[in-house]
């Protein structure tokens, strides 16, 4: 069965039964004689088969040869003869059904004879012939029969318990091959799941990076300018003395938080300074048309990606749905789209600028600066105390908690030596945790103010609390305790 081919003596028998069915010249087909018999067509059909290896049995020839001799075209003893030998010869060298079925016909025919030849001798015997000789032959004969008998009796059941063992093992087979079919699938549905999010993660990595250079490109800005007008650096001040940001920055956030460029529609405030770059020769106060038109056009000539504008926070869709709108986009929403665009961001900044009409040359009225300048004066006291508080006040709780312990173990009404040594390691955590805490909060105050210096601020910070800590040891250890005492009556320990 299956991609096996067909035994050369199956092809030659299931020939000869096709030859003999084809001698009624197409008078009679095949249902008609599985009707006449107690096969059913598809069963005869596989037997007249030529790519069939299932090998007709005895009973079917014989089938074969009596409706043959009932409509009129007998075959031959010949015929008959020759369809019996090809029969057994295919049964021989088949499948193994067909072997079993040509060892029970064996089998079948040595017991037939076996039979005939104990007829013979009973007759022999009662009749009162004594032929030793003939008996004796018989005999022998009888014995070969017999031994022959159990040989095939033997190999039928060995043959049997091959096919029951080749049918355990395909079962075995099948259930593997589906145990695999279903790995494989389970392997593609986690590769593809693994992928999807590999796509999502590098998709936020590439938009964390844009915000990472935006916010160097602004330092770095800041860095390049020089001295401020008096309101630049009072807007400063009282923007990280209330922790209000600008407008343009709020776009900017906006942005990058997935919201609609198009719905941003604060504006940026004036920042009463020039940018120092020129505006586009098109680009005229209120024109929203032609500049929108402008926008549209660099976006059609450079053909940005998907990726390109998804890595400046920006969806295609919702690019098309604003430039194709009558509406002046946010300044962030133009920013980005050049930058992903590869265009030059200030330009475009200098020319939306222009057509929005934020740019203001005129002088500030005097009680203006005035008022602006009182403002940053009062700003810069108010925000000096909160830069220096973590670098005084976490070295001092450093310099208080290291002398309290040091001055428990001297104290001479103090704790027993043993519930000391027990509380170090707490002592130690509680130091280390709530320096840490303090650090954090502190320095996280006074990084409205200080920027890109708040880290070494707190590395600067951390180091002196240790120093701290070390010097109130040393210090407790070989002077006075008083300092100690009182921190850890402070504390509720003594």
Known sequence: MGDEPVPEATRA??????DAFE??????????????????????????SLSSDRVAPQEFVDALTAFLADHDHPLTPDQIQRLHELRREAQRTGPRGAVSQYLQEQIATLESDLRTVRESLETALATGVSLSEDLKHRTQQLAVLEIRLLTLSSELRSTRIRAQKAEADNRLLRSTVKDQEEQLKHAGSLVRSVDAELAQQEATVRSLQHEIEVLHQRLGHSAKDTVPAPSTQVHSAVVGASGVEPATERGAERSRSGGPPSEQTTAPQSTGEDTGAHHSTWAHPDDVDQFMQELYRLWQESDASHEALAAHGLAFDRVKEVLTASKLPDLSFVTALARACAADPQQWQTDWQRVSGTISKDPLPFVQVAGEVLLGIIGFFLLTPIRVTPLILTPFCAYLTGASYVALWRVDDGPSWWSLLLATVPYCAMTALGGFILTLLCTGISSITLGDHADAFFIGTVAASCLALFVSLVVTGIGPIGPGVWWAHVLGIL
Do not use: E
Not at 23 to 48: K, M
């Open 13 to 18: 028998y299931s020939r000869a039964l096709v």
């Open 23 to 48: 001698s009624l010249g197409g008078a009679y087909s095949r249902r008609a004689f599985a009707n006449a018999t107690a096969y059913s067509p598809g069963t005869v059909s596989r037997y007249l």
